[in-house]
């Protein structure tokens, strides 16, 4: 195997790792942003700056890793390991980690065998020391009570010390002697003071090796019994003891083999010595004695072992229970571990003599702690080992065996990885052959959808122009059906159009949304206008109500959010025969801090007094009123939520889970009855995400349906001269100021549709008062404190009595003071509203037409009140005098290849007052537009033959630059060029192709903006109209 094979699998190994780090710093550096942690420490050591400088470092680092993936696939990657070498390299790995876990098995246990050492070292030292420091302490009273004897028996005469006074002294005194079992004082008496001795103490003195030999139980133990000491030189015999020892009373010391050793050292070295362990006398139990020398108060400190000898007067012995007093010792350590103890005499190495514990031999650990009680002859050790046997190591052997499965299961990765790496190359080659096929599939649908709807919306275009100039000729009333029919069929068909390119768009993930100023109000009452024709042909009432809190000017995509209402009020159309049809937009904090914008599902609070469908059920599962921290991501963003009910057929229950599914439809009777294509929702639904909101609904069969949206929108400056080109839907403007201050009386039951009706007049600077009754709005009229200037009534509460109405009517026209105030009805259907004015007798009832919308109302009221213009509008449009007063003295060239597009266009800036131009080539318009030129625009085709509308802009902008820059430079003179200096003229793109790689290279190549086919003389208007400011 060469080296090439070995360098490529180690760059794939390592490219693994590589990638396994880079996503585990990824998800942690994500979190930490996203989670707000960076925007808090932002102050600290990164900033702004710190965290774009993060973002560029990651983006190279990941581009470098997938450039030596890709460098490796490209020239190593079609190179397979052999078999037989990789089957070596895994059985190498298995052995390398068998031995390697072997080790970790026995290190670890090992280092569990010295700690475990350590453990016992330190418990049995921690007992030694306690039993030798209180051993010293019991050593240390015990020397001083030898003093004491000195003191006060042997230098006083008579002795001021009895048995019963060292009994008393001795036993009270025994807490200073924790270790000792009891004390006992022997004197030294010669053979010639015995018998005086004997016949002063009243007793004679004892031997005591007969007990060595014979021991006797304690309860048998009888000192008159013993012996008489045999004759010897001295003698030592017991004369004070405490009365724990006090059978020892009488006994010579000097008899017993042990305690003549041990009292012959004590007074030849001055200091306490310790006998071997023997078995005490009565309790029988294994025990040592200390043994100090008491001697006259004259012998000097450095007095030889013979002056010491000499000045001896007797032996004050301390008797030790070593079984009791280190049973005692060990039962005050208390401690998890416990361990047995053994305290030996070690004076003879070879013989060792058990003072304490068992000498059971053990193989397990065992520890030897040293024992020094003061007597240098004697030697002691303490001896330590665990009760229990060691456990087994389990941490050593889970350890060992985790890492032996981990190794493993890397050699099995790896192996797997390797077997795949082959397949995987070939799969991945496959895979860009896919991939190259489905991008040129992708790229052929895109232009495929590019020229269907460029052949489709340009004779559409025509189609729909001539139609909309065949209107403004004189028809009579049946021509003027066909031509709106035709009309109307024409839109349907461009709107089917947009909603498959939509969702060709949404699919490809190219749908983006524009960010422009607009008015919401007069985005609605397009809307409206839209469907009023409908609504009122079918009697149902449709109306709009936006809270006051919701600003006038918002910053994002209209056209989107028209689309969404459009598609949400066209379904409510489709299927509502009755009651309404109420659109409402609030702010979010509204809907979740006032319970007054909920509307009930109660039928006096409603539109019409049909029960509707809850809303609060459609926003239920909203991520915005669960986490308000979600609401308003930027301290400037507008959080809208907008709702549409409506009291039409309802959605089956079984098919409200696929809503919003794409080409779906309720039943297959719907497309039959009421058409559609099943995407609008689906369109809605993308739209709503990519404004950062959600949408929902609620719906009860029989009952109704609300659809509910929240979106996201930056407030904007309400500036009037930003959108003077928004003359045409904003024409309540132009006029509100002539109703400003006017009061009126508004007359309806149903708060809601009060509320609506005084939101849409007082739209108009129109202060109103509602009244519920005819009663309530005599009175209102009659006190007389502010004129009423116009009544405006419901034509519900109108039809309810006739002659109630007609009473009012005349109570109206015989008021005393001031101007009779004018009387509007309000109405769903001109035509019966106009039968039921003229049966109850009243003819000078104005009809307003609903939907009440700003234009309609402001032109309603101009006519009636003689106020304004007083023309008649129709569909909300200007009148045509005030028309062609917008574009007059405008020369603008229209450049298209088309002889239909271009009388289309003609005829619609012609409508304007605008002076038109037409050129069929690219050519020609380089011609007209070289400067110096009279064109103050210039709409151009894109598709034209010979050259484009893209390189005659081009042309015309590099014509224009040169111009600009000789002016500039002094070069040509400016009075020969019109006294411009900067000669731009505004190209506008007329296309049929609405997809956003064609709107980019409108851009690009330095057009100033764009309409798209089929288009209407308002759009071009609304469109030039924004150079003219």
Not at 89 to 100: E, G, R
Not at 502 to 529: H, N
């Amino acid at each position: 195997m060469s080296l090439l094979h070995v360098f490529g699998f180690g760059l794939k190994v390592g490219h693994l790792l590589w990638m396994l780090c880079c996503w585990i710093a990824s998800m942690i550096s994500m979190n930490w942003f996203i989670n707000g942690e960076f925007k808090d420490a932002k102050a600290g050591l990164l900033g702004d700056s710190g965290s774009k400088m993060w973002f560029k470092c990651w983006d190279k680092i990941s581009s470098y890793s997938f450039k030596i993936h890709h460098h490796y696939y490209q020239y190593i990657g079609s190179k397979r390991l052999g078999k037989t070498w990789w089957r070596k390299l895994l059985f190498s790995w298995v052995i390398v980690w068998t031995i390697a876990s072997i080790w970790i098995f026995c290190y670890m246990s090992s280092q569990a065998t010295e700690k475990r050492k350590e453990t016992l070292a330190s418990m049995c030292d921690e007992r030694a020391r306690m039993l030798q420091d209180q051993f010293n302490v019991s050593m240390n009273h015990i020397q001083a009570m030898s003093i004491l004897i000195s003191t006060f028996h042997h230098g006083k005469h008579p002795s001021a010390i009895d048995q019963r006074t060292f009994a008393r002294y001795t036993e009270r005194t025994a807490f200073e002697r924790p270790l000792t079992s009891g004390v006992a004082y022997a004197v030294r008496v010669l053979h010639s003071e015995r018998e005086q001795f004997e016949k002063q103490q009243g007793w004679t003195i004892k031997r005591m090796d007969t007990l060595e030999k014979n021991p006797v139980h304690k309860d048998d133990y009888n000192p008159d019994l013993l012996e008489p000491s045999p004759i010897q030189e001295e003698y030592a015999p017991v004369i004070f003891a405490q009365d724990i020892i006090s059978h020892v009373v009488s006994i010579d010391m000097l008899s017993g083999k042990e305690d003549r050793e041990n009292v012959l050292r004590a007074r030849k070295s001055g200091k306490g010595v310790l006998t071997a362990p023997f078995r005490l006398l009565k309790t029988n139990r294994l025990g040592v004695i200390l043994t100090f020398a008491v001697y006259k108060g004259d012998l000097p400190s450095n007095a030889t072992p013979n002056e010491r000898i000499q000045a001896t007067d007797g032996y004050l012995g301390g008797v030790f229970d070593i079984e009791s007093l280190v049973e005692k010792l060990l039962q005050q350590l208390a401690s998890k571990q416990t361990i047995l103890v053994n305290v030996l005499d070690t004076t003879n190495q070879s013989h060792p003599i058990s003072m304490y514990g068992s000498n059971a031999s053990d193989d397990g650990l065992e520890h030897v702690s040293h024992l020094n009680f003061g007597d240098p002859f004697r030697k002691h050790e303490m001896r330590c080992r665990f009760k229990q046997k060691p456990p087994w190591p389990w941490l050593a052997i889970t350890t060992s065996i985790g890492i032996l499965v981990i190794a493993l299961l890397v050699g099995h990765i790896f192996h797997a990885t390797v077997n795949r790496i082959a397949k995987v190359e070939d799969d991945f080659h496959e895979m860009m052959e896919l991939k190259k096929k489905a991008e040129a599939a992708d790229v052929a649908k895109s232009q495929f959808l590019a020229t269907v709807s460029h052949e489709i919306r340009t004779p559409m275009n025509g189609v729909l122009g001539m139609l909309h100039m065949l209107m403004d000729t004189d028809l009579d009333v049946t021509q003027l059906d066909y031509v709106r029919t035709a009309q109307a069929s024409g839109k349907a068909l461009v709107a089917l159009i947009n909603e498959v390119l939509d969702q060709a768009k949404i699919e490809s993930g190219k749908l983006e949304l524009e960010e422009v100023q607009f008015d919401l109000r007069a985005v609605l009452d397009d809307v409206l206008s839209l469907f009023s024709g409908k609504s009122q042909d079918k009697g149902v009432e449709l109306a709009v109500y936006i809270s006051d809190r919701v600003p006038e000017m918002l910053i994002g995509d209209p056209g989107r959010f028209r689309q969404i209402i459009t598609n949400l009020m066209g379904n409510s159309i489709k299927f509502t025969e009755k009651g309404h049809i109420l659109v409402t937009v609030h702010l979010v904090e509204e809907v979740i801090d006032s319970i007054e914008v909920e509307t009930e599902s109660s039928s006096k609070n409603t539109l019409s007094g049909f029960p509707v469908a809850d809303r609060c059920v459609s926003w239920k599962g909203f991520r915005t009123f669960s986490q308000e921290g979600s609401m308003q991501p930027f301290s400037d963003s507008i959080n809208l939520i907008v709702s549409v009910e409506d009291t039409g057929e309802g959605i089956p229950l079984e098919a409200q889970s696929r809503v919003f599914t794409r080409f779906m439809q309720v039943g297959p009777s719907i497309s039959r009855t009421h058409g559609g294509t099943g995407i609008g929702l689906s369109i809605s639904k993308c739209l709503v995400g990519l404004m950062k909101g959600e949408i929902g609904f609620v719906s009860i069969p029989k009952i109704g349906s609300t659809f509910t949206f929240t979106a996201v929108f930056t407030g904007g400056c309400s500036s009037s001269n930003e959108y003077k080109s928004q003359q045409i839907n904003k024409q309540s403007n132009s006029v509100s100021s002539e109703f400003h201050g006017m009061r009126a009386l508004l007359v309806d039951t149903r708060p809601v549709r009060a509320k609506v009706s005084r939101y849409h007049i007082q739209r108009l600077g129109i202060h109103v008062e509602v009244a519920s009754d005819w009663n309530q709005g005599l009175s209102s009229i009659s006190r007389g404190n502010n004129a009423i200037h116009m009544v405006l009534i419901e034509q519900e509460v109108w039809d309810r009595d006739l002659n109630s109405s007609a009473l009012f009517i005349s109570s109206l026209e015989k008021i005393d003071h001031g101007t009779p105030p004018k009387a509007f009805l309000l109405s769903n259907s001109i035509s019966s509203s106009r039968a039921n004015t003229t049966t109850s007798g009243v003819c000078n009832l104005t009809v307003i037409p609903k939907p009440l919308r700003a234009s309609m109302l402001a032109a309603s009221l101009q006519r009636a009140m003689g106020v304004g213009n007083k023309g008649n509008p129709r569909n909300g449009e200007l009148p045509s005098l005030s028309l062609r007063n917008l574009l007059l003295g405008r020369k603008i060239l229209i450049v298209d290849d088309n002889n239909v597009n271009l009388k289309v266009a003609a005829g619609a800036l012609k409508k304007y007052g605008a002076d038109v131009i037409s050129a069929a080539r690219g050519i020609e318009a380089i011609e007209l537009l070289t400067p110096p030129h009279q064109f103050d625009a210039c709409f151009m085709d894109i598709q034209m033959p010979e050259m484009d509308g893209f390189e005659a802009t081009k042309k015309i902008r590099d014509m224009e630059q040169n111009i600009n820059n000789r002016i500039q430079f002094g070069e040509l003179s400016v009075k020969t060029y019109n006294n411009v200096f900067n000669w731009h003229v505004p190209i506008l793109a007329m296309t049929a192709d609405v997809i956003q790689a064609t709107h980019e290279e409108c851009l690009r190549c330095g057009m100033d903006g764009y309409v798209s086919k089929p288009f209407e003389a308002e759009q071009l208007y609304r469109e030039v109209s924004r150079f003219f400011q």
